[in-house]
């Protein structure tokens, strides 16, 4: 079943302006990571933040994550257009022998020049 | 240097059809997975393989058949193709698992007709 959910399913914001985009799971996880992939692209990934992190920061890109109300925002800060890409976030979770991510349905993010 | 190569990008072919996909990593990385994109993007794991030894098949058609030689590669066979196979399949690999960020190939857009 699909453990984690976006949103808002679609963003379209001017370049320049901040993109915050949230995920939220259902189980506990070990850690989450936030992936992005351009049109017609695989996916890249951008930050991985472990159960006991609240916040991680790469570049223009600002995670948080709050377990007790299990969910996380990617913010990408001073956006570009080359920004435009879906952006998906990814858990493990710890029940059980579970070995995979899971996978959200993605936040398309359309940043207009 | 591509880090992770899947070809081919595009497949074209009729229902029935039995077709392959490959894979290779340059990472040296442990653990590598096949993935499915349907049309509204979302991101399926499909087969994950830890040194060249299957953990994870999910509920997939026994018509897929994934074959691992060695730990840099993973090939996807698929006998029998139907409509509903047409997706983008994703190769990916991480360095030790779910845990870890996972770099993915370029894609493969699979069209059955």
């Known amino acids: 079943s699909q453990q984690g959910e976006e949103d808002p399913q679609a963003l379209s914001i001017q370049e320049g302006e901040n993109a915050t985009m949230n995920c939220s799971y259902k189980?506990?996880?070990?850690?989450l990571q936030w992936y992005r992939q351009n049109s017609g692209r695989g996916l890249v990934h951008l930050i991985l933040i472990r159960s006991n992190e609240r916040e991680k920061h790469s570049g223009r890109l600002r995670v948080t994550l709050d377990t007790s109300k299990k969910s996380s925002s990617l913010l990408i800060t001073a956006s570009r257009a080359a920004d435009t890409a879906s952006y998906f976030c990814?858990?493990?979770?710890?029940?059980?022998?579970?070995?995979?991510?899971?996978w959200g349905l993605g936040t398309s993010l359309a940043v207009n020049p | 240097d591509t880090a992770v190569s899947q070809t081919p990008k595009y497949l074209v072919t009729q229902m029935g059809n039995d077709k392959s996909i490959k894979c290779e990593q340059n990472?040296?990385?442990?653990?590598m997975y096949w993935y499915k994109q349907d049309s509204k993007k979302f991101l399926k794991i499909m087969f994950s393989?830890?040194?060249?030894?299957?953990?994870i098949n999910e509920t997939v058609p026994n018509r897929f058949s994934p074959k691992s030689p060695d730990k840099a590669h993973l090939n996807l066979h698929i006998n029998s193709l139907e409509l509903g196979d047409s997706a983008v399949y994703f190769c990916?690999?991480?360095?030790?698992?779910?845990?870890?960020?996972?770099?993915f190939g370029q894609g493969t857009r699979l069209t059955v007709v």
């Open positions: 990916a690999s991480s360095q030790s698992g779910w845990n870890t960020e996972a770099f």
């Open positions: 990814a858990t493990t979770s710890i029940a059980g022998n579970n070995r995979k991510l899971i």
């Open positions: 189980t506990s996880i070990n850690n």
């Open positions: 990472l040296g990385h442990d653990t």
């Open positions: 393989y830890n040194n060249k030894e299957l953990i």
